[in-house]
């Protein structure tokens, strides 16, 4: 077969009359003043340059701006031109303009020479892309220094033939209509943009990734240094999935000598291709998922082109590139490549033209060899065996791209500690909440406390669909409260190192206290006050909110005419906003009780020796020497016990569950065999009566439950019957048991004091324990409540839902959350409900926000598109959130938190984030370990209450750890080391329907539920 993707240089000659009238050849863009960036888009001229430089880039065209520009006067009435939208950019009136333009640019026609053109060009191409043409954006504005459109402009992979290449091209063009994109083309001060399009040939991708020469700002430290380059990279074309990215591995190369510094391999089990029928998921065999995407032939030129790139002080630079694998030799050595296949590893079976093969393919496809002009041409290894192909698809400047809203150069953000509740891209309908009652409760509380809080402070914001707090805006007006330090606050929450902390306590230095101190005798009394009164505020909160929830489920809301439905969706919206600022109030009040606790503390710490000590044991060693951190964390231990925890109801509830279905063999067999979908599969009896008053009692929960869009556990409860399918596994256990432990080990540390403190300072710390135990009680007593209206407020959209797509039969079930409250209440008023063009352009835009990876946890200035590698070595160090030493195997969490039945009892649960819908299997677990959260957060006081470690705020976790690995969680010191090896056997696959039934190990009749944890305890 002919190189599929040769260099245009070689090529151009070929390309018809007809192509070369409207697609100029893209070696020739950015060349001449009839092909400048302001004609063929910035992309474009860049990818010209690269190629004229004598860099792989892969054979491609360009389709000038002018045509855009031209639909655009031809289609759109006034006023729906970019220059208007941009300019009303944010508001009502611009998003019904963005949307309506939107639908017109995809369902326009393209003129007849454009459409014989793309058909002449797919004629001649064919036979050279069976994997199709890339469709990508080149806007009159991109990949300039600060204005890169990196992520808000669609591109389309595989497109095949005149049709999918003339429908790619409109949904590029329609991108320009995203209100993120106008949104970031107007805080950039663009006032007008037009948009090229770049087709390329695909490159048949054994693997891709990015390549980022040098780590963008607030990014450097010991996860990835000044003098390193990072690459991301996964198997097949490595574009994002939904629900985040491909499993990507991570390597860090020495910038000096192009050697690899360290690297961590992902678990690759799916890799993107292009099939007969366009993208596809593919799965990878076991034994390759596990290997290096990467070999080092593909690194060295990695590294050799990052050299080049930088030459004569250019960069740093975000680089996406594609590796073709070069091709056996006819002597049976397969290619080196990206995919490093053993030598005598079986081979998948070669495919027919146009069809997908998994990476690691040998088809008996001829490798690409020297063109006409000598260059790009695959070169061959010491022994003689050819190199693989890396190509460049794009070169950026890493420092291109938006801030997020209400932030600069120097703005701080985290969504370390609210990504525990909402993680993921949130629909706009969710995001248009939380937001609204996220910034009022915030701005309250601070108002409470006696701060100013600066007119116009964004402390929220939404970076490609996440939830995330402004640390800058946050820490400067929290410091005007004595005490409320950055490190005192984030050793609690968790996200930032020592250097960020650092920074932040240096951007908050000039925080004026004078208001505070002028406000005190005014708001510290009333503060006391309130706090005092909270136990009664919260049970008289409750008595009304268990009337308004009586009230809606007896409420029939299809008899409703649509003003009055508006009227119940602004009742129960006002419910929760009320909800969620007594929700911040509980916090608050916690959090403060706290902080006191610890103040105590680390006054009587000199004379207080640690337990084990005591005992006449080594004391613990401080792997940071983090003191701070130990007072905490013995706060929390001292704090933990806390009885009648909302939070920890579910988990204890289920466990009960468990035990009569445990005690039912009929029940417990159909559980093992797949069949049970709901209490009604369940026989009659107690198990059936269990579940039912389960789901009746908790069925607002979910995994995710912060997202309205989620189903509740009432609506569907398999994730329910998954957890308690693993925890069926257990050997003979007792929940109250774990309960005790949390208490006795509390009840221990302060013996232990006893025995070191006057009886005054006793006093005083028995005191603010109480208090401590109190107010965290009537936290997450809010948090279910916040859970509960939640579930109202969904109940209500379903109804909504249901109008939208009685009126507008094109709309998907689900519409009503690509709409924002505002437009809904306005909508249901006016009776009008015309919103599906508004639909369309939300769900669209939601789609390219949840495809995209997840920005690191913590960033500066604007979010890199980066996966960050883990800490180097076998101790991976992050935040103790709850006491206990024990080891067992990994147990991975993907994000979806999908084959939760496939948990064993004793593993430790490695997570991103552990979101409280999950904290029933912390009964199951034998530790919990994640790389978000902090110690304050909902999750880890479970895990003190169930008495389990937990190691929480572990940077790359997930990437370093996988399932199967042995691991000795210390979660008194925040340490999570590797013991050895993983088994070589694979790691256990999730259950199929009925294949636990039977199985050897399952439990016999009578047999208790949950898990002893079969983890060896340390001590």
Same mark, same amino acid.
């Given at each position: ?12 000659? @070929? ?70 939208? @941009? ?5 009502? +009136? ?138 991301? +990279? ?171 809203? #209400? ?93 960020? @902390? ?113 005992? #006449? ?67 009659? #009896? ?23 869009? =989620? ?13 308690? =399918? ?187 984030? =552990? ?10 677990? +034998? ?93």
């Amino acid at each position: 077969m002919a190189d599929p993707t040769r260099i245009a240089r070689a090529d151009s000659a @070929i390309d018809p009359p007809s192509v070369r009238e409207w697609l100029k050849p893209l070696e020739s863009a950015g060349q001449r003043r009839h092909t400048s960036p302001k004609r063929v888009g910035g992309k474009a001229a860049a990818l010209g340059r690269l190629l004229r430089d004598g860099f792989p880039v892969p054979r491609g065209w360009v389709l000038e701006a002018r045509f855009f520009t031209e639909l655009v006067d031809q289609q759109l009435p006034k006023g729906h031109d970019l220059a208007t939208l @941009i300019r009303l950019s944010g508001t009502k +009136a611009g998003v019904d303009r963005a949307a309506r333009a939107r639908d017109r640019i995809l369902n326009a026609r393209l003129p007849e020479a454009l459409s014989a053109a793309l058909r002449s060009l797919w004629q001649a191409v064919e036979p050279e892309a069976p994997w199709g043409l890339a469709v990508r954006s080149s806007a009159t504005c991109e990949d300039a220094d600060e204005t890169s459109m990196a992520g808000l402009a669609t591109s389309v992979l595989g497109a095949r033939g005149e049709r999918e290449i003339e429908a790619a091209i409109r949904q590029v063009w329609a991108s320009a209509f995203l209100p993120r994109a106008l949104a970031y083309l107007a805080h950039a001060g663009v006032r007008d943009v037009a948009m090229g399009v770049v087709l390329q040939v695909v490159v048949r991708a054994e693997a891709a990734g990015v390549l980022f020469t040098a780590p963008p700002p607030g990014l450097e430290g010991e996860h990835w240094r000044a003098g390193e380059r990072l690459v991301n +990279a996964t198997l097949g074309l490595g574009a994002p999935v939904v629900d985040g990215a491909a499993a990507a591995d991570t390597i860090r190369i020495a910038r000096a000598s192009g050697a690899v510094v360290a690297s961590a391999v992902a678990q690759k089990r799916r890799a993107l291709v292009v099939g007969a029928a366009g993208l596809e998921e593919v799965a990878v065999p076991e034994a390759r998922a596990e290997q290096p995407a990467l070999g080092a032939a593909a690194l060295q030129q990695l590294a050799e082109l990052a050299e080049r790139l930088e030459q004569g002080g250019k960069g740093p630079f975000d680089v996406e590139f594609a590796v073709e694998a070069a091709a056996d030799d006819g002597a049976g050595r397969p290619a080196d490549g990206a995919a490093g296949r053993e030598h005598g590893e079986a081979s998948p079976p070669g495919r027919e033209d146009g069809e997908a093969s998994p990476p690691g393919r040998e088809d008996g496809e001829t490798s690409p060899r020297a063109h006409e002009d000598g260059e790009t041409s695959p070169r061959a290894h010491e022994d003689g065996e050819p190199s693989p192909r890396v190509w460049l698809l794009q070169v950026r400047p890493v420092s291109g791209g938006g801030f997020p809203e #209400g932030g600069n150069a120097e703005t701080i953000w985290s969504r370390a500690n609210v990504s525990e509740a909402l993680p993921g891209a949130a629909t706009p309908l969710t995001w248009s909440v939380a937001r609204a009652f996220s910034d009022r409760g915030f701005r309250e509380a601070f108002s409470a406390l006696g701060c100013r809080v600066p007119r116009g402070a964004r402390l929220v914001a939404n970076v490609h669909g996440r939830f995330y707090l402004n640390l800058t805006a946050f820490m400067q007006i929290a410091a005007q409260v004595p005490g409320l330090s950055p490190r005192a606050l984030l050793g609690m929450s968790g996200g930032a190192s020592a250097e960020l @902390i650092a920074r932040l306590a240096e951007q908050s230095e000039g925080a004026s206290r004078r208001r505070f101190y002028a406000r005190l005798p005014l708001t510290g009394p009333r503060l006391l006050l309130r706090q005092a009164r909270l136990e009664r505020e919260v049970a008289a909160f409750e008595g009304e909110a268990l009337w308004a929830q009586r009230a809606l489920s007896e409420l029939d809301m299809t008899l409703l005419p649509d003003d009055a439905i508006g009227t119940t969706l602004r009742s129960v919206y006002l419910l929760l906003e009320r909800t969620g600022t007594l929700m911040l109030h509980c916090a608050s009040a916690s959090l403060a009780s706290h902080l006191a606790l610890c103040k105590t503390l680390e006054r009587v710490a000199r004379r207080r020796a640690s337990a084990r000590s005591a005992a #006449g044991e080594e004391p613990l060693e401080d792997p940071a020497g983090r003191a701070e951190t130990n007072i905490e964390h013995l706060a929390q231990v001292l704090a933990g016990g806390v009885r009648e925890l909302d939070s920890a109801g579910p988990g204890i509830e289920l466990a009960r569950v468990a035990e009569l279905v445990m005690a039912d063999r009929a029940a417990r067999e159909r559980l093992f065999a797949g069949e049970v979908r709901g209490p009604r599969d369940l026989p009659e #009896g107690p198990a059936r009566d269990a579940l039912a008053r389960f789901l009746e009692v908790h069925g607002d929960r979910a995994v995710r439950e912060a997202e309205l869009a =989620t189903p509740r556990w009432r609506e569907d409860p398999a994730p329910v019957i998954a957890m308690l =399918t693993a925890s069926l596994r257990g050997a003979p256990g007792d929940p109250e048991r774990a309960l005790a432990r949390a208490r006795a080990l509390a009840d221990r540390e302060m013996a232990m004091l006893e025995t070191r403190l006057p009886w005054a300072e006793l006093a005083l710390v028995r005191a603010l324990v109480g208090r401590a135990q109190r107010y965290v009680r009537l936290r997450e007593r809010m948090r279910t409540w916040v859970t509960r209206v939640l579930g109202m407020l969904r109940k209500v959209a379903l109804d909504i839902d249901r109008r939208l797509r009685r009126l507008e039969p094109s709309l998907a079930p689900g519409s009503v959350f690509f709409c924002t409250y505002e437009e809904l209440v306005s909508a249901l008023s006016s009776g009008r409900a015309d919103v599906a063009h508004v639909v369309r352009l939300r769900r669209a835009e939601h789609l390219r926000d949840a495809a995209r990876p997840d920005p690191p946890p913590t960033f500066i200035g604007r979010p890199p598109p980066v996966v960050l590698p883990p800490a180097s070595g076998e101790r991976l160090l992050g935040l103790p959130a709850s006491a206990g030493v024990v080891e067992g195997r990994a147990r991975v969490l993907e994000p979806g938190a999908t084959a939760l039945d496939a948990v064993e009892p004793g593993e430790v649960l490695v997570a991103r984030t =552990t979101d409280v819908g999950l904290s029933p299997l912390f009964l199951v677990a +034998a530790a919990v370990v994640t790389e978000l959260g902090g110690p304050m957060s909902h999750a880890s006081i479970v895990a003190r209450e169930y008495g389990i470690p937990a190691v929480v705020n572990v940077p790359g976790v997930t990437l370093a750890i996988k399932t199967g690995d042995r691991l000795r969680i210390d979660g008194d010191r925040g340490v999570v080391e590797r013991l050895i090896e993983r088994d070589e056997r694979a790691a256990p696959a999730p259950p199929r329907a009925g294949a636990l039934a039977g199985a050897a190990g399952a439990p016999a009749d009578g047999a208790a539920p949950l898990a002893s944890p079969a983890p060896v305890p340390v001590r």
